[in-house]
């Protein structure tokens, strides 16, 4: 089941902390995502890269930022910034450009802030 | 603005049921809609494309753009079609917007 994996499972950060996620796909995928995923409100985009050395915000961007320094791999750090940090994270990649292309998914990283 | 509108939160039915999950979208040029499915302990993962036309799992999803409506549907629920279920809509670029889910418990 590999092709896209995130570490650590769980997460646990004090507050104040920043911490990074980590996202590596081996799919050879331009395009990668990360999201987050709350109870009752579906999955929602924080930031996404569609080639490497190049990302863009997305719908709830504030209090994170992220790397795109390699095709394989899409960190997310989750600044002391963020206000409401604990939420279940979950990454993605697509083969990028073109249309139809589908976004395989991660098996997600549980944050908790302490 | 992109939007998806998942109505029901929860949904519930008996096996050999019917199964409509709605969804319903908001985008002014031509949607690229998608449904994607979680179940328990596993990742999420694409079910079916609207572009596609072809049915998975005995689920179809047709798309209705004068309601605006990309609403799954299967004749007869299976036990293992509960589920989380995600409807999400592609606009333009490569990312998708989602709707808030809904879960779905077929009851033996």
């Known amino acids: 089941d590999g092709g896209i994996t995130q570490s650590p499972k769980y997460l646990f950060r004090k507050e104040g902390q920043n911490v990074t996620l980590s996202c590596e796909q081996n799919?050879?995928?331009?395009?990668m995502y990360w999201y987050r995923q709350d109870p009752g409100q579906g999955l929602r985009l924080i930031y996404y890269s569609q080639i490497v050395n190049d990302f863009q915000k997305g719908d709830i961007a504030e209090g994170y930022s992220v790397s795109r320094e390699k095709k394989e791999s899409f960190p997310l750090t989750v600044t002391s910034a963020q206000k409401n940090p604990t939420a279940f994270y979950l990454c993605a990649s697509s083969l990028g450009q073109g249309n139809h292309n589908e976004q395989f998914f991660g098996p997600g990283t549980r944050l908790t802030v302490l | 603005a992109q939007r998806v509108t998942q109505p029901e939160k929860l949904l519930s039915v008996f096996k050999g049921a019917p199964v409509e999950l709605k969804c319903n979208y908001s985008?002014?040029?031509?949607?690229?809609l998608f449904w994607y499915v979680q179940y328990s302990r596993q990742r999420l993962q694409l079910l079916l494309r609207h572009i596609s036309r072809e049915s998975i799992k005995g689920f179809t999803a047709d798309l209705n753009k004068g309601e605006t409506s990309f609403h799954l549907k299967k004749p007869f629920a299976q036990e293992e079609d509960s589920a989380m279920y995600y409807c999400?809509?592609?606009?333009?670029?490569?990312?998708?917007?989602f709707g808030q889910g809904t879960r779905l418990t077929i009851n033996p």
């Open positions: 999400a809509l592609r606009g333009g670029a490569q990312k998708l917007v």
């Open positions: 985008y002014s040029g031509s949607p690229e």
């Open positions: 799919l050879n995928h331009d395009a």
